[in-house]
């Protein structure tokens, strides 16, 4: 690819905004690779300024780079000037709660988004450092800000930053909100030209207590014999995780030391994510070599929580988040103050298991599925007491936390565990008992990856075009991008993914129990099987 006068402009234009002088230093070196016909350098050039980076699922993500298809200094404050023109425009002045975790570039991104929120009248509240996000969305809920901003990339790849943004109530960004602070932002002047400030102040210390006093006091029972092995995974969890543990009496604690210390590198995971192969063997060996009884993952900036358990045959293995969401969706079902929570809801996704709808039942309370993401779970209705997504995410305390919190999580697991091995019972008993109650539920993925994104619209409308016989075909369009293929017992949802260029597929079996639960296992697991080859074969 050869540098087109065009790609050249903008990228000397670009440079002339930034504020930041290694930012213009970066883009400046690699413009003049561009313009000496360097390898690959137009091709760089080009897809830096390719953007702007766009609301996604939460926020904003990218890697930390200059130009406007990055997460740098320019872009962070260009953003946040188009939030705060946002909210002044729908009548929304007051506080603004500022955080971030410890990747590269957070500390940085962090104060020139409180800079520019302090200049456009707002009071800025800093986190005292890097703190995990469910901290800052607590805060924002409880002290009725306007919004908060987490500077974080959750368990995204190393190199990535991002720009969380909460709003009234604590919870994520929804549409129209996403689409016009977009707009707002497109019409912010250059990045050097936007007015900042210093004027803002540090959360004090008391007020993050205040999180931790909350989280600590959710356990409803008695017992705290329980030894825990936990990782925050490189990330900003850890020391938040074992304090709040402590104060809700579970005090034998083992962290893997390698992974204990935030670091933006990430040294010892391939990809800082509990749901990826391997990401939790340090834990699993951590949880085996102490003869632990839980074991407790929690994603890079703790907002995720993953829970690892012996197995039948003394293995360590994590458990499947929908195996976790039931159990958590059944503990807060059944330990509830009816008095206070007279006619709860739980929800899940549309992609998770339906055993909780099971659960719900049982136990008397609502059920509700919404699309993928905790935006959406957390605006599933009135009354909600829990939610939780396949992808570990889950949300145990919607007054305090309206979103997903692998610190509160963790707490209510631990609690779980411990009463159950109170009783001579583990977590994989409670599981079995469940699948007696309601049926042996067991969940699958088929993920295919693309180079060409074309390919997945393509993929998506030969399925619409032509659904496979059999099955009973939903197509949530305009909604969703999503085709539900639906059979007696078997459930198959389709849609690509919402942060990678995947197209995914999410398979469900129900499988009564009507003799004992051994053979029943043995008869979904099979059905399991032939369904994921039926789908791999009708995916490719």
């Known amino acids: 690819m050869s540098l087109s006068p065009a790609l050249r402009d903008a990228a000397f234009r670009w440079i002339a905004d930034d504020p930041d002088p290694a930012a213009r230093a970066e883009l400046q070196g690699l413009l ?92 800025v509240r800093v986190l005292p450092g890097p703190l995990p996000t469910p901290v800052l969305a607590f805060l924002v809920r409880k002290h009725r800000a306007v919004a908060g901003v987490q500077i974080t990339a959750s368990h995204n790849p190393p190199a990535d930053n991002g720009y969380k943004l909460y709003l009234e109530g604590g919870g994520q960004i929804v549409p129209p909100a996403d689409r016009e602070i977009e707009a707002a932002v497109a019409r912010v002047p250059a990045a050097v030209s936007v007015p900042t400030s210093t004027d803002w102040q540090h959360v004090d210390d008391t007020e993050v207590d205040e999180y931790l006093e909350r989280v600590s006091s959710l356990p409803h029972g008695t017992a705290r014999d329980l030894r825990v092995a936990l990782t925050p995974m490189h990330g900003v969890g850890g020391r938040t995780a074992v304090e709040a543990l402590r104060r809700a009496g579970f005090t034998d604690v083992r962290v893997v030391r ?127 007491v829990y939610a939780y997504e396949e992808a570990l995410g889950h949300c145990v305390d919607p007054d305090s936390v309206t979103d997903k919190d692998g610190i509160s999580a963790a707490v209510l697991a631990c609690d779980l565990a411990a009463t159950l091995k109170a009783a001579d019972k583990s977590l994989l008993d409670a599981l079995d008992q469940l699948s007696v109650d309601h049926g042996v539920h067991l969940t699958d993925q088929v993920s295919l990856r693309f180079t060409d994104l074309s390919g997945i619209g393509a993929l998506m409308s030969r399925l619409r075009q032509s659904p496979p016989d059999g099955y009973t075909y939903e197509d949530l369009l305009p909604e969703a991008d999503v085709v539900r293929l639906t059979a007696p017992g078997v459930r198959v949802v389709v849609r690509p993914s919402g942060t990678e260029p995947k197209l995914k597929a999410y398979l469900e079996v129900v499988e009564p129990v009507t003799d004992e639960l051994p053979p029943a296992r043995d008869r979904a697991q099979e059905r399991l099987a032939k369904l994921r080859t039926q789908v791999e074969r009708l995916l490719t």
């Open 258 to 384: 390698a992974q204990a210390v935030p670091d933006p590198d990430f040294p010892t995971v391939a990809f800082p994510n509990p749901e990826e192969p391997g990401a939790a063997d340090e834990l699993l060996a951590l949880a085996a070599a102490e003869n632990a009884d839980l074991a407790i993952a929690l994603d890079p900036d703790a907002d995720r929580c993953a829970l690892g358990v012996r197995d039948r045959d003394g293995t360590w293995r994590m458990l499947r988040g929908d195996e976790t969401g039931a159990l958590l969706g059944s503990l807060v079902l059944s330990t509830l103050d009816r008095t206070a929570h007279p006619d709860p809801l739980v929800a899940t996704t549309i992609v998770s298991s339906s055993l909780l709808g099971e659960i719900a039942k049982a136990q008397g309370s609502r059920y509700a599925e919404t699309l993928t993401g905790f935006k959406w779970l957390v605006r599933a209705g009135e009354g909600l």
């Open 32 to 123: 003049a690779q561009a313009m000496g016909g360097a390898p690959g350098a137009a091709e760089d050039l080009a897809d830096r300024m390719a953007g702007p980076l766009t609301f996604g699922t939460a926020g904003l993500r990218g890697p930390v780079r200059a130009g406007p298809n990055g997460m740098n200094r320019a872009v962070v404050i260009r953003t946040t000037a188009g939030l705060a023109d946002w909210l002044r425009t729908n009548g929304h002045t007051g506080t603004v709660f500022v955080g971030r975790d410890a990747r590269h570039g957070s500390e940085d991104f962090c104060q020139a988004a409180a800079g520019v929120l302090a200049a456009a009248g707002f009071t």
